[in-house]
C-alpha cells in the first residue's frame, strides 16, 4: 500500500505516497489548504513537523481575517496561486469575465487508481503491471464553484520518482482565461541551493551549468515553439556538496516538447519554490464552459547518490516507463547515414556504392537523409512535395530499398513533414496552412512552419508520410524539423484564441506521432530537430532514437552526450563516426576516438566511404564488430559518469551490467600535457570481491582494485586520444 492517508483530525488530513526509498508528504490543513512537508528520503513521521505551524509574522498578510498566524505567504505549497498572500511564482493562473484574477482553492476530495493514469493527448509515463504504480488524485474546488482542479500524483514501486500533473475543469457557468497552468509547484525547504540545466544552441546542445540560488528567481525555458537546442525541459536542485557520486539531488524533468519554463525561486521565506510547466510567454487558454485542460506531465526524481544516482533513475523510468516503441528495449541497429557524405549531392549509383561498401563492413542499416524527392537539390525548396526524384534515384525508393535489402541492410529514410517552403506546390495550394499571424513571414533554412493546430493540416501530414512509409520497404524514419518558430498564429482560429496556437501544435504533433508510432510500430523513429533540438522526455514517449547533435566533432560530442546523459538514457543518442577534419569545427581527432565515443549509444557512420584508406577502413570493421559485442550491455546497463569533460583534461564513462559481471569503460584524453600526470582512475558499482579480466589486454584485476586502488594502465600519445576497457567478471570470492 504505497499511499498512506491519515485523518489528522476532523479537518487536516495527511498524505503520504511511498516506496522503499523515497516519501512525498503533504497534508491538508484547517483552511482546506494541501501543504508540502517532505519530499525525499523515506521517512515515517510520529506528528506534523514544528516548521509546518504557524507565526505572527510583522508585514505578512493574513490568510483568514480571524487568524493572525496563518499566511500562505511563507507556507510550503503543493499547488501556488497568486494573489492570496502567497508573493511567489504561481501554479495556476486565471482571469476571469469580471477581470479579476483572483480565486482560491480548498480540498474536497481524494481518490486512488492502481495505476498510472494517461494523459488525453498527451504523453505520459505508464504503468505495465498491477501494483508497479499507485496514483492519487487529489481534488481542489473554487469557492464559488467556477473551477476545479485535480493535482495527479503517481508513485512508483522500483523507481524513486514521482509523476505529477494538474487537470483544470470549468465547473462554472462562464469561460475563463487560463494564463499560466503549470504542471507542478513544490517548496523544497532550505536556500542556496546549485541550479542545474542544461543549455546551448545548435552544435553544442545540453551543456552543464551549474548556478547557486541565494535569493530571487531563475529561471530557464523556450519559447522556440520547441523543446529547443537553447534549453532543455530539465532541471536539477541539489546541495553546494552534492556531486557526481555523493550528495541529495532533485531531478524534474518535463514530458514537453514546445514552449516549456522552469522556475526556481527565493523569497523571503527560506524555501526553494521549483514550479514547471507551459511557458506562459505566448500562452493563454479559453477554457469555456465543462471543458478541461491537462498539464504536461512532470517527473520529480529524488536521489541521495549524487546526480549520477539522479541520472540513473532517469534512464531506467524512462527506458521502462515513458518510452512506448517497441525497439525502447531492444539493440539498435548500426547505422550509416549519406547526410555528411553527399549533402543533397547523390544519386542511386552512388547510394548503392556507399551501401555496398557498408555492408561489406557490418552495416546493418542504410539511412537516405535529405535531397531525395521532388526538386530538393538545396534548402530552399521542397518541403510539403513528398513524391519522390525520379531523376536522382530512378526506380523510386521501392526499388532502391529492395536493393539495399538484398545487401542485407534494411533502408531508412529522412522525413521533415511539419515544414513547407514557400516555392512548393504544396504551398502554392495552401499559402494560409503555415503559422502566420497576418504579420509578414521570417524564414529560416529558407523554410515556413505547417500550423499543426488545424486538423486538416495533420490529417495531410498523417496521409502523406503513411503513403511515403509505405511505398518501399522503409525499416527506419529520421523525423527532422528545422528551424524554430516566429509569427506564431493560426488562420483557422478566433482572433481571441491566437495565444493558444503554440500549445495547439504540440497537441497537433503528438496526435499526429501517436497515429503514425502505432500505424507503424516496426519502424524505428529517430527523432531530430536540427541535430539535437527537440530531444525531449515527450518525444521520448514516442520515439527510441534520438540525433543528439549536428555537430559530429569528437571532443564536442563529448561535452554533448556528457550533459546529455544528466537525463537521456544513452541508448537513445544517435552517436555518428564523421570524417575530419570535422565538418563543424575543422577539428582532427583519431578515428578511434571518434568511435569510443559514438559507441556510448546508438552507433552509426556518417562519412563517405568511398574516401576512406584501407587502414580506416579496417579500423571501421573492428568498431562495428566491437559494437555488436558490447550493445546488449548498452542497453539494459547502469550509467556512470566519472570525471567533467567542461573541467577535466580525462574523463570517463562506464556502463555496468544490472549484475556487475561486465563492465565497458571509454576513457579520454583531451590534450597532451608535457611530462604530464599519470592517471588513474576509479571504476564504480563493481562486486568488490570479485576477479574480471579486461579482454583486450587479457589482464586480471580484483573488483576492489577497480574501484578503490584505481585503473592506470594507461598511456595517451596525442591529443584526443581514448581508450575502450572491456572488463568481465571471470571469478567470485577472490578473498577467500
Ligand atoms: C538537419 C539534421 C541533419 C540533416 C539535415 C538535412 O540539420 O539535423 O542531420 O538531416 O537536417 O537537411
Redesign the pocket.
Given at each position: 500500500m504505497p499511499i498512506e492517508i491519515k485523518n489528522i483530525n476532523n479537518i487536516e488530513k495527511f498524505f503520504h505516497l511511498y516506496n522503499k526509498n523515497i516519501s512525498y508528504m503533504f497534508y491538508i490543513n484547517k483552511y482546506f489548504v494541501p501543504i508540502n512537508i517532505h519530499f525525499g528520503k523515506r521517512a515515517e513521521l510520529q506528528n506534523i513537523p514544528d516548521s509546518m505551524k504557524y507565526y505572527n509574522r510583522p508585514y505578512t498578510p493574513c490568510y483568514r481575517e480571524e487568524d493572525s498566524e496563518f499566511t500562505l505567504e511563507t507556507a510550503c505549497m503543493e499547488y501556488s496561486l497568486f494573489g492570496i498572500t502567497d508573493f511567489r511564482p504561481p501554479t495556476l493562473s486565471i482571469s476571469f469575465e469580471n477581470g479579476s484574477n483572483v480565486f482560491e482553492l480548498a480540498y474536497k476530495k481524494y481518490e486512488i487508481l492502481h495505476s498510472k493514469v494517461n494523459l488525453k493527448g498527451l504523453p505520459s509515463t505508464f504503468s505495465k503491471n498491477d501494483g508497479e504504480a499507485t496514483t492519487l488524485i487529489i481534488t481542489l474546488e473554487e469557492r464559488d464553484k467556477r473551477l476545479a482542479v485535480d493535482l495527479i500524483y503517481t508513485i512508483f514501486e522500483k523507481h524513486n520518482v514521482i509523476t505529477r500533473s494538474a487537470l483544470i475543469k470549468n465547473t462554472g457557468i462562464e469561460s475563463f482565461i487560463i494564463e499560466e497552468a503549470m504542471s507542478f509547484s513544490i517548496d523544497l525547504k532550505g536556500f542556496g541551493y546549485d541550479i542545474i540545466n542544461l543549455a546551448g544552441a545548435w552544435g553544442r546542445e545540453r551543456h552543464v551549468d551549474r548556478t547557486r540560488l541565494y535569493t530571487g528567481e531563475r529561471n530557464i525555458g523556450s519559447v522556440t515553439g520547441a523543446s529547443s537546442h537553447i534549453q532543455s525541459p530539465f532541471m536539477a536542485v541539489c546541495l553546494e556538496e552534492t556531486n557526481e557520486k555523493y550528495g541529495e539531488a532533485y531531478g524534474f524533468g518535463l514530458l514537453y516538447s514546445g514552449n516549456h519554463k522552469f522556475t526556481a525561486y527565493v523569497g523571503t521565506s527560506f524555501s526553494t519554490r521549483i514550479v514547471a510547466g507551459i511557458n506562459n510567454k505566448n500562452f493563454s487558454w479559453i477554457l469555456d464552459k465543462e471543458e478541461s485542460f491537462q498539464t504536461p506531465e512532470a517527473v520529480l526524481v529524488y536521489s541521495e547518490n549524487g546526480l549520477g544516482g539522479m541520472s540513473r533513475t532517469f534512464h531506467n523510468f524512462f527506458r521502462e516507463h515513458l518510452c512506448r516503441s517497441l525497439f525502447a528495449d531492444k539493440i539498435r541497429p548500426v547505422l550509416i547515414?549519406n547526410?555528411e557524405a553527399t549533402?543533397f549531392d547523390f544519386n542511386r549509383d552512388e547510394i548503392i556504392e556507399i551501401a555496398e561498401q557498408a555492408s561489406n563492413l557490418g552495416v546493418e542499416l542504410f539511412v537516405l537523409?535529405?535531397?531525395w524527392f521532388a526538386d530538393r537539390n538545396a534548402?530552399n525548396c521542397s518541403l510539403g512535395d513528398w513524391y519522390v526524384n525520379l531523376t536522382k534515384l530512378p526506380g523510386g525508393l521501392s526499388s532502391l530499398a529492395n536493393e539495399i535489402n538484398k545487401m542485407g541492410m534494411q533502408f531508412g529514410i529522412?522525413v521533415?513533414p511539419e515544414m513547407v517552403s514557400p516555392t512548393s506546390n504544396l504551398y502554392k495550394e495552401h499559402s494560409d496552412w503555415c503559422l502566420h499571424s497576418g504579420y509578414c513571414n521570417y524564414l529560416s533554412r529558407n523554410q515556413l512552419v505547417l500550423d499543426l493546430s488545424r486538423e486538416d493540416v495533420q490529417n495531410y501530414i498523417i496521409d502523406k508520410m503513411s503513403e511515403v512509409f509505405l511505398s518501399a520497404n522503409i525499416s527506419y524514419v529520421?523525423w527532422?524539423m528545422?528551424r524554430y518558430m516566429t509569427n506564431v498564429g493560426s488562420a483557422a482560429l478566433a482572433t481571441k484564441r491566437q495565444r493558444e496556437v503554440s500549445h495547439r501544435y504540440i497537441l497537433g504533433l503528438y496526435r499526429i506521432l501517436d497515429i503514425l508510432t502505432q500505424k507503424f510500430p516496426y519502424i524505428l523513429f529517430e527523432g531530430?530537430?536540427?541535430?539535437g533540438g527537440r530531444f525531449d522526455p515527450g518525444f521520448m514517449h514516442y520515439m527510441a532514437q534520438f540525433?543528439t547533435s549536428?555537430d559530429t566533432d569528437a571532443w564536442e560530442r563529448c561535452l554533448i552526450q556528457y550533459g546529455t546523459s544528466f537525463i537521456f538514457p544513452p541508448i537513445f543518442m544517435g552517436n555518428h563516426v564523421s570524417i575530419v577534419p570535422n565538418h563543424q569545427t575543422n577539428r582532427i581527432t583519431p578515428i578511434k576516438t571518434r568511435a569510443n565515443i559514438a559507441l556510448m549509444g546508438a552507433f552509426g557512420y556518417?562519412l563517405d566511404l568511398r574516401k576512406l584508406t584501407a587502414y580506416e577502413l579496417e579500423e571501421i570493421k573492428i568498431q562495428i564488430d566491437v559494437y555488436k559485442e558490447i550493445r546488449k550491455l548498452l542497453l539494459d546497463g547502469n550509467y556512470y559518469r566519472i570525471g567533467n569533460p567542461s573541467l577535466d583534461n580525462l574523463f570517463a564513462w562506464q556502463i555496468v551490467s544490472k549484475d556487475k559481471n561486465e563492465i565497458i569503460a571509454v576513457i579520454v584524453q583531451k590534450m597532451m600535457i608535457p611530462n604530464g600526470p599519470k592517471y588513474s582512475i576509479r571504476l564504480e558499482d563493481l562486486k568488490e570481491d570479485a576477479l574480471y579480466k579486461e579482454m583486450k589486454r587479457d589482464k586480471g584485476y580484483t573488483g576492489s582494485q577497480l574501484m578503490y586502488v584505481g585503473f592506470d594502465d594507461m598511456e595517451f600519445k596525442v591529443d584526443f586520444d581514448s581508450m575502450l576497457l572491456h572488463f568481465k567478471c571471470i571469478g567470485e570470492d577472490v578473498y577467500e
Amino acid at each position: 500500500m504505497p499511499i498512506e492517508i491519515k485523518n489528522i483530525n476532523n479537518i487536516e488530513k495527511f498524505f503520504h505516497l511511498y516506496n522503499k526509498n523515497i516519501s512525498y508528504m503533504f497534508y491538508i490543513n484547517k483552511y482546506f489548504v494541501p501543504i508540502n512537508i517532505h519530499f525525499g528520503k523515506r521517512a515515517e513521521l510520529q506528528n506534523i513537523p514544528d516548521s509546518m505551524k504557524y507565526y505572527n509574522r510583522p508585514y505578512t498578510p493574513c490568510y483568514r481575517e480571524e487568524d493572525s498566524e496563518f499566511t500562505l505567504e511563507t507556507a510550503c505549497m503543493e499547488y501556488s496561486l497568486f494573489g492570496i498572500t502567497d508573493f511567489r511564482p504561481p501554479t495556476l493562473s486565471i482571469s476571469f469575465e469580471n477581470g479579476s484574477n483572483v480565486f482560491e482553492l480548498a480540498y474536497k476530495k481524494y481518490e486512488i487508481l492502481h495505476s498510472k493514469v494517461n494523459l488525453k493527448g498527451l504523453p505520459s509515463t505508464f504503468s505495465k503491471n498491477d501494483g508497479e504504480a499507485t496514483t492519487l488524485i487529489i481534488t481542489l474546488e473554487e469557492r464559488d464553484k467556477r473551477l476545479a482542479v485535480d493535482l495527479i500524483y503517481t508513485i512508483f514501486e522500483k523507481h524513486n520518482v514521482i509523476t505529477r500533473s494538474a487537470l483544470i475543469k470549468n465547473t462554472g457557468i462562464e469561460s475563463f482565461i487560463i494564463e499560466e497552468a503549470m504542471s507542478f509547484s513544490i517548496d523544497l525547504k532550505g536556500f542556496g541551493y546549485d541550479i542545474i540545466n542544461l543549455a546551448g544552441a545548435w552544435g553544442r546542445e545540453r551543456h552543464v551549468d551549474r548556478t547557486r540560488l541565494y535569493t530571487g528567481e531563475r529561471n530557464i525555458g523556450s519559447v522556440t515553439g520547441a523543446s529547443s537546442h537553447i534549453q532543455s525541459p530539465f532541471m536539477a536542485v541539489c546541495l553546494e556538496e552534492t556531486n557526481e557520486k555523493y550528495g541529495e539531488a532533485y531531478g524534474f524533468g518535463l514530458l514537453y516538447s514546445g514552449n516549456h519554463k522552469f522556475t526556481a525561486y527565493v523569497g523571503t521565506s527560506f524555501s526553494t519554490r521549483i514550479v514547471a510547466g507551459i511557458n506562459n510567454k505566448n500562452f493563454s487558454w479559453i477554457l469555456d464552459k465543462e471543458e478541461s485542460f491537462q498539464t504536461p506531465e512532470a517527473v520529480l526524481v529524488y536521489s541521495e547518490n549524487g546526480l549520477g544516482g539522479m541520472s540513473r533513475t532517469f534512464h531506467n523510468f524512462f527506458r521502462e516507463h515513458l518510452c512506448r516503441s517497441l525497439f525502447a528495449d531492444k539493440i539498435r541497429p548500426v547505422l550509416i547515414n549519406n547526410w555528411e557524405a553527399t549533402y543533397f549531392d547523390f544519386n542511386r549509383d552512388e547510394i548503392i556504392e556507399i551501401a555496398e561498401q557498408a555492408s561489406n563492413l557490418g552495416v546493418e542499416l542504410f539511412v537516405l537523409d535529405d535531397g531525395w524527392f521532388a526538386d530538393r537539390n538545396a534548402d530552399n525548396c521542397s518541403l510539403g512535395d513528398w513524391y519522390v526524384n525520379l531523376t536522382k534515384l530512378p526506380g523510386g525508393l521501392s526499388s532502391l530499398a529492395n536493393e539495399i535489402n538484398k545487401m542485407g541492410m534494411q533502408f531508412g529514410i529522412w522525413v521533415e513533414p511539419e515544414m513547407v517552403s514557400p516555392t512548393s506546390n504544396l504551398y502554392k495550394e495552401h499559402s494560409d496552412w503555415c503559422l502566420h499571424s497576418g504579420y509578414c513571414n521570417y524564414l529560416s533554412r529558407n523554410q515556413l512552419v505547417l500550423d499543426l493546430s488545424r486538423e486538416d493540416v495533420q490529417n495531410y501530414i498523417i496521409d502523406k508520410m503513411s503513403e511515403v512509409f509505405l511505398s518501399a520497404n522503409i525499416s527506419y524514419v529520421k523525423w527532422d524539423m528545422n528551424r524554430y518558430m516566429t509569427n506564431v498564429g493560426s488562420a483557422a482560429l478566433a482572433t481571441k484564441r491566437q495565444r493558444e496556437v503554440s500549445h495547439r501544435y504540440i497537441l497537433g504533433l503528438y496526435r499526429i506521432l501517436d497515429i503514425l508510432t502505432q500505424k507503424f510500430p516496426y519502424i524505428l523513429f529517430e527523432g531530430c530537430a536540427g541535430g539535437g533540438g527537440r530531444f525531449d522526455p515527450g518525444f521520448m514517449h514516442y520515439m527510441a532514437q534520438f540525433w543528439t547533435s549536428d555537430d559530429t566533432d569528437a571532443w564536442e560530442r563529448c561535452l554533448i552526450q556528457y550533459g546529455t546523459s544528466f537525463i537521456f538514457p544513452p541508448i537513445f543518442m544517435g552517436n555518428h563516426v564523421s570524417i575530419v577534419p570535422n565538418h563543424q569545427t575543422n577539428r582532427i581527432t583519431p578515428i578511434k576516438t571518434r568511435a569510443n565515443i559514438a559507441l556510448m549509444g546508438a552507433f552509426g557512420y556518417e562519412l563517405d566511404l568511398r574516401k576512406l584508406t584501407a587502414y580506416e577502413l579496417e579500423e571501421i570493421k573492428i568498431q562495428i564488430d566491437v559494437y555488436k559485442e558490447i550493445r546488449k550491455l548498452l542497453l539494459d546497463g547502469n550509467y556512470y559518469r566519472i570525471g567533467n569533460p567542461s573541467l577535466d583534461n580525462l574523463f570517463a564513462w562506464q556502463i555496468v551490467s544490472k549484475d556487475k559481471n561486465e563492465i565497458i569503460a571509454v576513457i579520454v584524453q583531451k590534450m597532451m600535457i608535457p611530462n604530464g600526470p599519470k592517471y588513474s582512475i576509479r571504476l564504480e558499482d563493481l562486486k568488490e570481491d570479485a576477479l574480471y579480466k579486461e579482454m583486450k589486454r587479457d589482464k586480471g584485476y580484483t573488483g576492489s582494485q577497480l574501484m578503490y586502488v584505481g585503473f592506470d594502465d594507461m598511456e595517451f600519445k596525442v591529443d584526443f586520444d581514448s581508450m575502450l576497457l572491456h572488463f568481465k567478471c571471470i571469478g567470485e570470492d577472490v578473498y577467500e
